[in-house]
């Protein structure tokens, strides 16, 4: 079941904050963290596993939650390059390493 | 440094016709991934393969098969495309050891159908 992914659209000025937030009804293994600009491919921006262990950009924060199965991503002091949409991919256990992906957050960051 | 390599970038079909995308990787990953995006959309998964030989169906497998018969292709087929399958057709790996390691993707297919 696909994960539910809030807010749909975030419209910041440079320099602002915000959080995406991926919400899933399944037990998680992990949750992937990825964005994507118009015409590109998806780009890793994070990982987090169950159990606390978590691999990603330095500019990056996230946190997930197991009890709510829920993962959220932090983008602080927002530049121009941040605008795109983010996706987040979750795994559960045994999931044979597959993700199913949220329908994505664009994010749009305006000077 | 390739990484994934998706063939064709581009490709327009007529209604009924067939055609086979090609997903090659240099990074010796186990896993490989076709997911589809239309337009607004999230990605989806369509087929994936756990390794050489092997292969099972994703969320929306109905009108595609696919073939790993080397470790780095995965082929995704279209016997009759149809309309509804106008789509970015994006091809991702992964290495064996999952955990921390993320999927890396091609650039996409872009496939339109008439």
């Known amino acids: 079941q696909q994960p539910v992914q809030s807010p749909q659209a975030v419209i910041l000025r440079e320099g602002e904050d915000a959080v995406i937030n991926c919400s899933s009804s399944k037990a998680l293994y992990s949750v992937h963290w990825y964005r994507q600009k118009h015409g590109e491919a998806p780009v890793f921006l994070m990982i987090l596993l169950k159990g606390g262990e978590q691999k990603g950009h330095e500019k990056i924060s996230a946190s997930f939650n197991e009890k709510k199965q829920q993962s959220s991503l932090y983008l602080t002091a927002s530049q121009l390059s941040y605008s795109g949409t983010y996706f987040c991919g979750t795994e559960t256990s045994g999931g044979y390493n597959k993700l199913i992906f949220g329908a994505g957050t664009r994010l749009a960051v305006h000077p | 440094n390739a990484g994934v390599t998706q063939t064709p970038k581009f490709r327009v079909l007529k209604t009924g016709q067939s055609m086979t995308l090609l997903c090659a990787q240099d990074m010796n990953h186990e896993y490989m991934y076709w997911y589809r995006q239309d337009p607004g959309m999230g990605l989806r998964l369509i087929h994936y393969?756990?390794?050489?030989?092997?292969?099972a169906k994703g969320e929306v497998p109905d009108g595609y098969n696919v073939s790993r018969l080397k470790k780095q292709n995965f082929l995704l087929g279209l016997e009759s495309a149809a309309p509804s399958q106008t789509s970015v057709y994006f091809c991702?790996?992964?290495?064996?050891?999952?955990?921390?390691?993320?999927?890396?993707f091609g650039d996409g297919t872009r496939l339109s159908i008439l």
């Open positions: 991702a790996s992964r290495t064996l050891s999952g955990g921390l390691q993320p999927q890396h």
């Open positions: 393969s756990v390794g050489e030989g092997t292969t």
